[in-house]
């Protein structure tokens, strides 16, 4: 098993873009609450939630599939190499089965939608934002375009969470993490 810094540094040399180390560690966060949620191991999911997009920009076309032979040819555990391809069913063939895996689906697509509703707020902290307020953002097609409410409504699905307590969870891990996902905003609550 790799440690939490062996696939820090594996992300780092792989992912030059700040704002997709950012995505990771939103999806890592997620990824920890929910194995203390599950009684899972919290570091072998936060580590699948970490690097699972690491190959996203030196190889888009064959993501996640480069990505997981890489971990494959690196001795990764097969649970781990199994989640990246699984986090993308539509480009792998690979079905999300296992919890970790569900639940690596189910985080991915919302943490995006949730930074994008941080990006627009006046504040642009993440510990004001609200569930209502991302209900009106998910409804609105226009906004974040680029995440697939699908995905996310199916990720919820897969895991067995309501979608609402779903998204609410996912949030309640970011916050806890917002300094380093760059969500804090200008001024901390109780500033």
Known sequence: MP????????????????????HMYAVEAAMRAYARRFGEDE??????GLIHDFDWEKHPETHPNKGADHLEALGWPAEIVR???AHAPERSG?????LMERALYASDEITGLITAAVYVRPDRSIHT???KSLKKK????????????EMVRRGAELLGVELWEHVGFVLEAMQADAERLGLAGAASPGD
Do not use: Q
Request: proline share 4%; glycine share 2%.
């Open 94 to 98: 690979v079905e999300p089965e296992t």
């Open 129 to 131: 934002l609200t569930v």
């Open 43 to 48: 570091e072998t999911w936060a580590i699948a």
């Open 138 to 149: 998910f409804k609105d097609k226009s906004f974040a375009r680029g995440v697939d409410r």
């Open 83 to 85: 989640a990246v391809r």
């Open 3 to 22: 440690t939490y810094d062996e696939a820090l540094e594996l992300m780092h040399a792989w992912t030059p873009s700040e704002s997709l180390r950012r």
